[in-house]
């Protein structure tokens, strides 16, 4: 897509008319389905042209993987409207299933320990409920406390993600599925919510729309029950991504708009800590940079994940003949970010590279160099510019995020 087409349909104006009329449009639409209009094809391509803009503006400014459901299911109903139900039966599984074959395929044997899921929840514990932390603090650090209830709730919601679910979902009898499947599903969304972070369990409540579809009976519906023609459909819907995706290097979907393999927080405890502890919560920080500028002295602009600050008011663009980088955590790589190269440097992590610091630089420069060689591809952009950012760095910083020093420069 051309640069300035893209900075055109992602532009404030643009993300906000889509963010505002997406759920008008919904009711619209299920207004005109249920009345059989003869205008509701235009009403759906309307609806997902909305949906679309907004998704696209969302995912760029946060990398977040929340409507990729609903853009999906979006387009289903306006070019496959009679088989719609069926295709999102099978995409509600492709997202949960997707979510926990990249824990599977990322976080390794590992993901399951329970040093995994404490890792994420006590990085999630340092922020207030307004920030983004979880809603019930003391759950958070009673589970934290408890080897048991960690491992718990790792593997249980390992053993949902990859086998509970698809077999509920393709097995169970038709009207056993959304209070199965479904249901548990908008528990484990309330559960992260508690003892995770309340912005992320509120932000992923919508999808029960989705499930509701999905997994879902209806007197007017399609028949989903085994074997029946729509449940192959949802069959194919789901597996036949995951079958094209198992030929590449990384067996998982390419992170690159409109795809996705749905990597939901896929590091294990080693990966977890290696990244936060070099790239997010110490003194050092992998940026990149658009032009030939001098670092030293530069603002760094992360990308800002406290709920509390609304979107469109973070201040993420270079005053007028300043200076600045740009944070890639959350760009190139984060919790639930990674491109494909970087993530495959990182399957060997283990804790022994976090305590000795010979290895520890190698694996920083070799994520710095793979890094660098993404950006030569053009993908991650300067707003204000429309400058691709090129050049990355690995990079000590003050703690008002300004640059002190160049560490290491990635050449691609």
């Not at 597996?239 to 290097?249: G, I, K, M, S, T």
């Not at 393999?261 to 110490?282: K, R, T, Y």
């Not at 890639?328 to 494909?340: A, E, H, M, V």
């Not at 703690?399 to 020093?405: A, F």
């Amino acid at each position: 897509m051309p640069s300035r087409l893209f900075f055109r349909l992602v532009c404030p104006s643009v993300y906000r008319l889509a963010a505002y009329s997406s759920i008008p449009l919904f009711f619209l639409s299920a207004w005109t389905e249920q009345k059989y209009c003869a205008g509701r094809q235009l009403v759906r391509c309307l609806t997902a042209v909305s949906v679309t803009l907004f998704q696209l503006g969302d995912s760029c400014r946060t990398s977040s993987h929340r409507d990729y459901l609903m853009l999906y299911i979006c387009w289903a109903w306006v070019l496959v409207p009679e088989k719609a139900q069926a295709v999102a039966s099978g995409l509600c599984v492709l997202y949960i299933l997707g979510s926990g074959l990249s824990k599977l395929r990322v976080g390794g044997t590992a993901w399951p320990a329970p040093a995994t899921l404490r890792a994420i929840l006590r990085t999630f514990a340092q922020k207030t409920p307004r920030q983004g932390g979880p809603i019930l603090l003391f759950a958070n650090r009673w589970v934290c406390h408890s080897d048991l209830l960690c491992g718990f709730l790792a593997s249980t919601t390992l053993l949902f993600e990859c086998l509970l679910a698809p077999l509920g979902a393709f097995l169970l009898p038709s009207h056993w599925r959304l209070p199965s499947v479904g249901l548990a599903m908008v528990l484990l969304h309330l559960g992260i919510g508690a003892v995770q972070s309340g912005a992320i369990g509120a932000f992923f409540l919508p999808n029960v729309a989705a499930y509701v579809l999905g997994f879902g009976t209806f007197t007017s519906g399609e028949d989903l029950s085994i074997l029946a023609p729509s449940w192959w459909i949802a069959l194919v819907t789901c597996f036949l991504p995951l079958c094209l995706a198992a030929a590449r290097e990384t067996s998982l979907i390419q992170e690159d708009w409109p795809w996705t393999p749905f990597a939901l927080f896929p590091w294990n405890s080693d990966q977890w800590e290696f990244l936060h502890q070099h790239l997010v919560e110490g003194d050092t920080r992998l940026v990149a940079l658009a032009g030939e500028a001098s670092l030293p002295g530069a603002r760094v602009i992360p990308i800002e994940h406290r709920s509390d600050v609304p979107l469109l008011q973070r201040r993420v663009e270079p005053n007028e003949g300043e200076v600045v980088c740009y944070d890639l955590w959350s760009r190139t790589i984060g919790i639930t970010t990674y491109q494909d190269e970087v993530m495959l440097a990182l399957l060997d992590l283990h804790q022994g590279e976090l305590l000795k610091a010979e290895k520890s630089q190698e694996k920083l420069k070799q994520i710095l160099q793979l890094t660098a060689k993404f950006l030569e591809t053009g993908r991650v952009l300067e707003v204000s510019t429309g400058q691709p950012l090129m050049r990355c760095f690995l990079v000590r910083v003050t703690r008002g995020l300004r640059v002190q020093e160049v560490l290491m420069e990635g050449c691609g």
